[in-house]
């Protein structure tokens, strides 16, 4: 993770990528019908594989993503992990090109976007902005935020709702039936 996760994100999201092209051409998925859910980190590599395989994935839900390594980076500086965050992401144009907020326009699919507000691991301020840039340039974005409620959505409640909008917003966005 720390050699690939951020830093080297075009070889993390690429296997991402591949995944999800691989189980297309099996015929274990639906071409018309693949999705790709995450949470954290697994929510920011979905933002980031539909933003740059836009034709691959047809909905994307990312739960307490990041969508941003330089505000993950801000986010860290008064923190004991600071310079563990930053040399995770490092420094110059992967930065940029790796953060799906800053690409927000290529993601073609519908996105569902979940978050507590008050998530020390990863600001909800990272779902915010990327719901807006999504709207902003014409994409179709729902976010949900859970007041009182950190990175683990430590809530059983919530969790049902939560699973509960994944599903009703999956067969809209997909449809229902088999991957075949």
Known sequence: FVENGFRSWKTAIGDVAAAGRWLVREKIADPAKLAIVGWSYGGYAALQAAATEPGLFK?????????????????ARYYTNAANVADEIGTG????????????????????????????????????????????????????IFPGLEHDLADSDVRTRMLTRIGAFLSTAIGGGSAH
């Open 93 to 144: 144009p992967h930065v940029a090109e790796g953060s799906p907020l800053r690409r927000a326009a290529e993601i073609n699919a519908p996105v569902l976007l979940f978050h507590g507000d008050r998530d020390l691991n990863v600001n909800v301020i990272h779902s915010r902005r990327m719901d807006e840039a999504l709207r902003g340039a014409g994409k179709s974005s729902e976010l949900t």
């Open 59 to 75: 909905a994307v839900v990312a739960i307490a993503p990041v969508t941003d390594l330089q505000q993950l980076k801000d986010d």
